[in-house]
Nanobody, 115 residues
Framework: QVQFVESGGGLVQPGGSLRLSCAAS????????TDWYRQAPGKERELVAR???????NVVDSVKGRFTISRDNAKNTVYLQMNSLKPEDTAVYYC?????????WGQGTQVTVSS
């Protein structure tokens, strides 16, 4: 079993920054990739960024140049650094961890970008 806990969300003005954290616990050795997703009101959940156990990263075009995904293996934590935030970035942000046999989701953290 693996558990994920997200934190770091909140209310921020347009142009501001937030750093989200996704802390993993449990059988973390089995996780081969961690993704960040988001879901805005009335919309489907969408992929934002992903990072493999080896450190390879990918971010979707809509956030490229503004969002960065990284990891701290010593803390078993994956981060999503979000800069130049826009109102359309408002959503609940979730982390998802993948093992060879299971997919695990965190509970999500709300990000609201508004003046």
């Amino acid at each position: 079993q693996v558990q994920f806990v997200e934190s770091g969300g909140g209310l921020v003005q347009p142009g501001g920054s937030l750093r989200l954290s996704c802390a993993a616990s449990g059988s973390i050795f089995s996780i081969y990739r961690t993704d960040w997703y988001r879901q805005a009101p009335g919309k489907e959940r969408e992929l934002v960024a992903r990072i493999t156990r080896g450190g390879e990263t990918n971010v979707v075009d809509s956030v490229k140049g503004r969002f960065t995904i990284s990891r701290d293996n010593a803390k078993n934590t994956v981060y999503l650094q979000m800069n130049s935030l826009k109102p359309e970035d408002t959503a609940v942000y979730y982390c998802k961890g993948l093992t060879p046999t299971q997919v695990y989701w965190g509970q999500g953290t709300q990000v609201t970008v508004s003046s």
